[in-house]
């Protein structure tokens, strides 16, 4: 937890620069990356239950699909 001091420095930051901030994820050309698998065969398997405690992490990555954030 952070103390008293510390929320009032990063509230501090937080408005000094609010206009390079949002609440909804874009997308940036600064970075770039590349997922290399061991193979290109198809892994095929039973799908299985999610657990509840997962499904809020779903509907976050379902958002995200939908305003096309990649």
Partial sequence: M???RRV???NQ???EFCDLLTSLPGHTQTVQHEIHASS???VRVK???LPF???EFVKEV???LE???D
Avoid: G, H
């Fill in 67 to 69: 305003l096309d954030c």
């Fill in 13 to 15: 930051i937080v408005s």
């Fill in 62 to 64: 379902k958002k995200l």
């Fill in 47 to 49: 799908p299985y239950q």
């Fill in 2 to 4: 952070l103390d008293d």
């Fill in 53 to 55: 405690a997962s499904q």
């Fill in 8 to 10: 009032k420095q990063i």
């Fill in 40 to 42: 290109d065969e198809i």
